[in-house]
């Protein structure tokens, strides 16, 4: 087998790209509020011919440029307003990344069997299982850093010149960056720029020559000019169009904004967040990270300083950012995968007790994780006539089993045993989305309301931008009631506290945390209320709806 994967490691990689980014991946229900954001978004600048500014709802969507819309479009042209047509690009973009960090690690030195695990630790990494398939702007843009940091590269290896070529690796480099901007804005340019830094700061530590590393920063430096450039023929017209509001919003709200206070009223834990959350989310790699950064650092040269700086770099922008969200530090995991390929050709060296005790959580995490989930499932199982959220949480728990037995055996020296496991894993994505669609609050009422008669949708209480999407149709959202008849009110919330836990313990019904049905009633039309429950993912809640049907207005 591994013979075979010497010989066709890009083959190799796609078989576990298939694996882990496929299953599921038309069935799950979108889940994050932004995934129903920028799918929405699409459809309704195809409707409006808008190809410069945004729309979700009927109003501007100044989040993000537009470069993932443009990328959304030719999956609904070819699957149609589905959720694996909104995916497509993020399944595609985790793909290729696999195979450019293959090419990365070669470049570096390793043997073709020895880089297939810069490609495959990406695409089995659990973060990347579970974002690499999302409706969202974030793997476009690490595809576009990890071209940038190739070309960087490559620049760096000239052979003695230290002046700017105009060749195919620096226009690589300005349309990656230009790119990159158009995916997520100024963080394309502040990965590659910030890893450069650290790691001339790690070269100097060392007392190491920085040459090659200045020759890539100085063409850096020159390749954001006509970066810009192309930027503006998209920026520009944007500006224009909305007079400004594009920049003031799209970079003073959700760029500075979420930096100084937190998004959503999230809690964030300055300095420490993401290396208690990178500890699961980089599972089953966990357990090599102080090796293959220990191993980076014998061998320090400019190009492993390089690596060492790019995955820092995310930590240093992140983190004391006030909003905190697990995959903020995603970007620096492809510089940590190439490493770890680095690594695995290295001898293992006798290992100090800290790195042990990292060993053992790393590797007894998901097996913890894993029958929490797993019990808590097949407990709820048995005490709830609806099964669909019970048997998604039980699924989840067989899939955190599977990444311990594959953290077990990459850190036990077997990495291909690992690589096989995590794809056993990330296959129960299918039973796990299918679960999860079936709980899915919005894809119920849609199922129960049907096609609605057309006029204005509104809801009150419930604003998920779900309804957006699944239901192809403007809604005004309310919660104050302002007298106008609502198509969808909110009755009841739970949440998953200790009350509902000893409520579940005991057989009996959970109380909800709040009620308003009688306050919610008097706000739908007259006719006979009915009634869905439903997971909503947006509030990590289970809720109630009322609605009238058609017949009785």
Known sequence: MKHWIETFPRLALTIVAVFCLLPGTWVLPLMDRDEPRFSRATVEMNERGSWAVPYFNNEYRFDKPPLTYWCMEP?????????????LHSVLCSWLIALVLFEMAVLLGAGKGQAFFAGAGWLTCLQVILHGRTAVADVLLILWIVTAMYCL?????????????????????????????????PLAFLVPGLAMALGWVALWRAKQAAGPLGRAALNFGVALIPAMALVA????????LTNGAYFDVGIGKHVVERGTMSFNKRKSVPGLYYLVVMIPFLLPW?????????DAWRKLNWERALMLGWFAAPFLIFGFYATQLPHYILP??????????????APVLRQNRAARWWRGIAVGLPFLLGSVALA???FALSRLEDKSLPTAIAGVGALFLLLGLASRSISGGRPLVGVVFAMAGSALMWPVSQAARNAHLTVRLL??????????????????????????????????GDGLPMTVVRTRRWRLDEKTLAALWKGEPASPVDDCTAEA????????????QGWSPGSSSWLELAYVKEENK
């Open 75 to 87: 999956g609904l042209a070819l699957f149609g307003k589905s959720e694996m047509a909104v995916r």
């Open 153 to 185: 590269l490559k620049i760096g290896r000239r052979a003695g010149q230290k002046r700017v070529v105009l060749d195919r690796w620096f226009w690589g480099l300005v349309g990656s960056l230009a790119l990159g901007f158009l995916a997520k804005g």
């Open 233 to 240: 023929l998209w920026g520009i017209p944007a500006l224009k």
């Open 286 to 294: 966990t357990a090599l990270l102080p090796r293959a950064l220990a």
């Open 332 to 345: 620096g995991y492809p510089g940590l995968m190439v490493l770890i390929a680095l690594m695995l050709g």
């Open 376 to 378: 808590g499932g097949l």
């Open 447 to 480: 199922a129960a309301i049907g096609e609605p008669s057309p006029g204005e949708l509104r809801s009150w209480g419930f604003g998920e931008p779900t309804l957006v999407w699944y239901f192809q149709r403007p809604w005004t959202f309310s919660d104050d």
């Open 521 to 532: 009633l008097r706000k739908l039309p007259p006719g006979i209320p009915h009634f869905v």
